[in-house]
């Protein structure tokens, strides 16, 4: 049975004026064309931003259901990529997204959950990058910027509609380091691939 899948990815913001994220969105969505192993899919750009960027990207969770989710951002001081497994509900105060806002408190939902953790399949996905030789690691803080927002909230929409017609769903967060943009492409292939493989 055909499913959907969503693939996300951030633009520029303060202290990257280019993210890698911006051109492996573009190639993998040339590469896929719409479909990967039997599947729709979608990729979509995330403006960084805590209010149009967030708000975009809920909206479309909403709207597509997608039955696998994967974002990707880049982690200035990453070595290889990053699998997280946790979200938490906190935001670094001190750092202003792309439109220059700063939030006000340092969690994102007053009444939310401390953490989700991430429903993709990370060691088969980190098996996965290894058998490429690339570098990867499963890291339990995926920090206090956009990525853990968004990361948060997706997990927060998938519990919230776990029970639908549409469950179980799959979805979390990968960082990816700042590389050569083939290397990465290759990288998110594997994933975006192998993460395909294990919808049921």
């Known amino acids: 049975m055909s499913k959907k899948i969503l693939i996300t990815g951030f633009g520029p913001f303060p202290g990257v004026d280019e993210n890698p994220c911006t051109a492996l969105i573009d190639s993998l969505a040339a590469y896929f064309n719409g479909s990967v192993n039997g599947h729709q899919i979608e990729c979509m750009h ?21 039955d696998l989710t994967i974002c990707f951002g880049v982690h200035g001081g990453a ?9 938490r509900n906190q935001v670094n105060i001190d750092k202003p997204d792309q439109a220059g806002y700063t939030p006000i408190l340092p969690i994102l939902e007053q009444n939310g959950p401390k953490q989700y953790e991430s429903t993709l399949p990370l ?19 995926a920090g206090g910027y956009l990525c853990n927002a968004s990361f ?12 639908d017609s549409h469950a179980p769903r799959m979805g979390g967060f990968i960082h990816i380091p ?20 294990n919808l049921t």
């Open 79 to 87: 070595d290889g990529f990053r699998l997280e497994r946790v979200a």
């Open 123 to 141: 060691e088969v996905l980190l098996n996965a990058l290894a058998a490429e030789d690339h570098q990867v690691i499963i890291t339990e803080d």
């Open 178 to 197: 700042q590389g050569q943009p083939d290397t990465l492409f290759k990288a998110a292939k594997t994933l975006i691939k192998t993460a395909a493989r």
């Open 46 to 66: 995330l403006e960084t931003s805590y209010h149009d960027g967030l708000k975009s990207f809920r909206a479309k969770l909403t709207s597509y259901k997608p």
């Open 152 to 163: 948060y909230y997706l997990m927060q929409h998938l519990h919230a509609n776990k029970c």
